[in-house]
């Protein structure tokens, strides 16, 4: 199995643009998580999905920001309008239903907004 | 709500051993995991501890104590390739919190 897969690996962008945020989970598992880490707030989950269906967003910061999954095989993360403090590593990561403390991360995206 | 504390950096020669600890504070309680992360790279799973008490997984254990709300990771035989960020992370409804990590920094 190829595991994760997120595209792009690096995003530089200008503020105020829309940047979206690929992912592709392993195959079979049926939840999908999106992580952003930073150096002063660490490591937080944004949203998850399970069976395509988003569970819990309470973790995403505000509007500018959307997910979607429209299928098992692919997620999206979305950013409308950009801002400096968006600068991230965002991570994809999934997880079969059976044990879902055993998540596996994507490479991630290095996000810098200037 | 959910909070947990581990130590921010610990550094040790070739062939020791680490203990990494950390408390937690739950509202509810679904077990708990560690990751191991490399600069530069993603967490990657290390273990799980649901019950009380320890699991080995080669050189790396992880142990948990329910009741003193704590756990730990140890790492033997420490390697240079261990040096790298250790997150433990509480689970409860498919959703793991994750401490801020301890940065492990392995000297020859």
């Known amino acids: 199995d190829a595991g994760v897969i997120q595209s792009p690996r690096h995003e530089v962008t200008e503020m105020g643009q829309e940047v979206t945020l690929r992912c592709k989970p392993i195959?079979?598992?049926?939840?999908l998580f999106w992580y952003r880490q930073t150096m002063m707030r660490g490591l937080e989950l944004l949203i998850y999905?399970?069976?395509?269906?988003?569970?819990?967003d309470s973790g995403m910061p505000e509007d500018r920001f959307s997910a979607k999954m429209p299928n098992a095989s692919f997620s999206t993360l979305k950013i409308q309008p950009s801002e400096p403090r968006d600068s991230a590593v965002y991570f994809c990561a999934s997880s079969p239903g059976t044990a879902s403390y055993e998540q596996y991360f994507g490479p991630g995206t290095r996000l810098t907004v200037t | 709500g959910q909070s947990l504390e581990q130590p921010s950096e610990v550094t040790a020669v070739e062939g020791a051993i680490v203990q990494i600890n950390c408390t937690y504070q739950?509202?509810?309680?679904?077990?708990l995991s560690w990751y191991q992360q490399h600069d530069g790279g993603a967490p990657t799973f290390l273990s799980y501890?649901?019950?009380?008490g320890l699991e080995e997984t080669g050189r790396f254990s992880s142990f948990l104590s329910r009741s003193d709300s704590y756990g730990y990771l140890l790492l033997q035989e420490l390697q240079m390739k261990d040096s790298a960020s250790y997150f433990c992370?509480?689970?409860?409804?498919?959703?793991?919190?994750f401490g801020a990590g301890t940065t492990v920094t392995v000297r020859a």
């Open positions: 992370a509480h689970g409860r409804n498919y959703k793991l919190s």
């Open positions: 739950t509202s509810g309680f679904y077990g």
């Open positions: 999905f399970n069976n395509n269906v988003p569970i819990d």
């Open positions: 195959s079979g598992h049926d939840y």
């Open positions: 501890n649901a019950l009380d």
